[in-house]
């Protein structure tokens, strides 16, 4: 099985202007990703999808692959237009988030595992989440899974829900969390990516802005791989400050 990562690399951010090009440890973000993606055995490509060619510059200057693209209304948009035009011979298409640096190898390996040995169309990660405040915020999108290791919902909302108690007294009560953190990284077939980007957005994606919803609406399945521990994503200077931080510790 032919198997593709593609990293959706736009220009732009609203909270942390041109991060993917941020290189206060001397390599600029993208690159993190990047290599974390060629040290994958699952993977036999990675490509660099950007729309802006400061960033295909940057990804070049350190050996890697970058394509443009024009402008889309979402990464998964900008990943579809390059698997259509770069990998048509690709079997799995793996959407890679730019800017999460820390990102373990052995979750993008498990997530195309999961996709390969499931009958669904689409894969994606779920890791533990025990922190009140977070579960409770509209900011970390949710799912509950099925007995059978399929999605059955993402929701901003607290699901499942803990009627006739409290989040945190739930959490004392229970030997596990009972609540999953949604991580954006997925593993698509080729030809349901693009037949899933062709699709107009559905009621439940417009409702709570997840662009998952679109599948599982459509009647589509999304396996979900459970990792230990989410990787942290960047969004704000403070995110990559503490990035910075880690970082240089470890190569002291």
Known sequence: MRTVGIIPARLQSSRLPEKLLLNETGRPLIEYVWQ??????????????????RIQEAVTSFGGRAELTGEFPSGSDRVADIARRCCPDADVIVNLQGDEPELEVATIDSLVTTLRESGAEMATVAAPLSDVDAIQSPDC????????????????????????????????????????????????????????????????????KLEQLRALQTGASIAVTVIPEAAVGIDTPEDYAAFVKRETSRSR
């Not at 993606?37 to 990675?46: G, H, K, P, S």
């Open 141 to 208: 999108v949710k799912v509950v899974v099925s007995d059978n290791g399929n999605a059955l919902y993402f929701s901003r909302s607290v699901i499942p829900f803990p009627r006739g108690t409290s989040v945190a007294d739930t959490l004392k009560a229970a030997t596990a969390t009972p609540w999953l953190l949604h991580v954006g990284l997925y593993a698509y077939r080729h030809d349901f990516l693009l037949r899933l980007t062709s699709m107009e957005p559905s009621t439940l994606e417009e409702l709570e």
């Open 36 to 53: 974390v993606a060629q040290q994958c055995t699952a993977l036999d490509e990675v490509i660099v999808a950007t729309d802006s060619p």
